[in-house]
């Protein structure tokens, strides 16, 4: 079946570092692919999305590219603030599945002043 | 504002009792899920419903039962028969279920003991 997969947490970096944290997908045919990011005691938020090959999803300094060759989507950041601390969930749909979202195990991220 | 509430925040239950978690939205949203999150997992749907007066059941829907009674409302129980029941409960909602964008709420923390 499809699954997402992260790389495990947590992730520590001092303010204003580069930030990637890896995302692998399995799925038929072409996904969807999503990263939320869940704040300490809140719900998830969606951050950004890419819906077909070679797209590049945006949002906040954050960025994502739709792999196809590799089946990545793997999120980059070019400088952190603490204010970015938080566990960050990859996710796809698979072509044709509505919007059943399947998630990857979530990364911590710890930025430090 | 727009947006979905889940209450209480917190939730302690004694083993063996049902429990109630509640999920309003005022989204006009057709569609609504629920999710569970363990530590240092992902999220795994339990049930979904895209319509008033319809659900299906999700990838974990054993031990736990819904409504849909109300487009706005989509009350998960938590029966005695759920054997790991204490977890974090995030319910989400999307306009229609063929729309890939899911609005999280802020989450119920079921400890039961």
């Known amino acids: 079946g499809d699954s997402v997969t992260q790389m495990e947490g947590p992730v520590t970096l001092s303010e204003e570092a580069f930030l990637t944290i890896n995302c692998t997908y399995t799925a038929t045919g072409y996904p969807s692919l999503f990263w939320y990011v869940q704040y300490p005691g809140e719900g998830l938020q969606l951050l950004l999305k890419?819906?077909?090959?070679?797209d590049k999803g945006s949002n906040k300094g954050f960025e994502a590219t739709y792999r196809k060759e590799t089946t990545s989507f793997h999120l980059e950041k070019g400088s952190v603030q603490v204010s970015d601390s938080a566990v960050y969930f990859c996710?796809?749909?698979?072509?044709?599945?509505?919007?059943?979202?399947?998630f990857g195990g979530g990364t911590r991220l710890m930025v430090k002043p | 504002d727009g947006g979905i509430t889940q209450s209480p925040k917190y939730l302690f239950r004694k083993e063996g009792q049902n429990v109630t978690l509640s999920c309003e939205q005022n989204?006009?949203?057709?569609?609504m899920y629920w999710y569970r999150q363990d530590p240092g997992q992902g999220l795994r749907l339990i049930y979904y419903?895209?319509?008033?007066?319809?659900?299906q059941k999700g990838d974990i829907a054993e031990g736990y039962s819904v409504s849909r009674e109300k487009k706005e409302s989509f009350p998960l129980t938590v029966t005695s028969a759920q054997k790991n029941p204490t977890a974090f409960y995030l319910c989400a909602s999307s306009i229609r279920t063929d729309i890939t964008e899911q609005y999280f709420g802020p989450g119920t923390r079921l400890t039961v003991t």
């Open positions: 996710a796809l749909v698979p072509n044709n599945a509505g919007n059943m979202l399947t």
């Open positions: 419903s895209q319509i008033v007066n319809d659900f």
């Open positions: 890419a819906t077909k090959a070679d």
């Open positions: 989204l006009n949203h057709d569609a």
